[in-house]
Each structure stands twice: as C-alpha cells, then as structure tokens.
C-alpha cells in the first residue's frame, strides 16, 4: 500500500485545516487508518484512528473534540478535518494503515506510512 498525505500548510491559532491521504495498491477497506504527528524535538504520537468501515473512530484526548477522522473507501481516502487548532498542533502530520479491519493507537502496529504532511499553527 502506497500512501499520499496532503493538506497541510499554515493557519492561525483557531483556524481549520482538512489533511487527506490516498491510498493505492491492495483494497483500501481492508485497512484500519491512523494519523499520528511529530512535533519538532518530539517523538511521533498517536492523533486519531479508524476502523475498516469508518464506523468506529478513536481520538487522543489532546485532540478530541476538535479533531474527526472519516474515511471514503470508495475514493480509498482518509480524512483528518481540524477544527480550533493551536499551537501546540504544529507538527508533521502522518497517516497509516494497518492491515485489519480493526483501529489502533499502537504506531506498531501500523505497517505502511505516508510522507507527511506539514501543519504549521501561529499564535
């Protein structure tokens, strides 16, 4: 599976931003999805999950409430729409597919990464 992430780019404090990852190769519902992000000088963590079907979706509490995950499988697209971003969001921004119909927090257990993708928030 082959992963493309866009979207990112810069925004104020409060602002929206929507990041998109494409999928190519084997049959995309046959994955579970994540976006995980790298802030500068930290380790990479767990932002948002979803499962095969898009009808369960897990959240890290920094971002929950702001964030939302969906999934179009006929398009093989997943979506992370941020809402009242901060600054403290600033980070790359990475999707992930893990084979499984079923969702993870675990970066190990996701076996295929996209690029990343730059989400930039000023104060």
């Known amino acids: 599976v082959q992963l493309q992430a866009s979207g990112g780019g810069l925004v104020q404090a409060g602002g929206s931003l929507r990041l998109s990852c494409t999928a190519s190769?084997?049959?995309?519902?046959?994955?579970?999805m994540g976006w995980f992000r790298q802030a500068p000088g930290k380790e990479r963590e767990f932002a948002a999950t979803i499962n095969w079907s898009g009808g369960s979706t897990y959240y890290a509490d920094s971002v929950k409430g702001r964030f939302t995950i969906s999934r179009d499988n006929i398009k093989n697209t997943v979506f992370l729409q941020m809402n009242s971003l901060k600054p403290e969001d600033t980070a790359v921004y990475y999707c992930?597919?893990?084979?499984?119909?079923?969702?993870?927090?675990?970066?190990?257990?996701?076996?295929?990464w996209g690029q990343g993708t730059q989400v930039t928030v000023s104060s």
């Open positions: 190769g084997r049959p995309f519902s046959s994955y579970a």
């Open positions: 992930a597919a893990k084979f499984g119909g079923s969702y993870s927090y675990t970066q190990n257990e996701y076996s295929y």
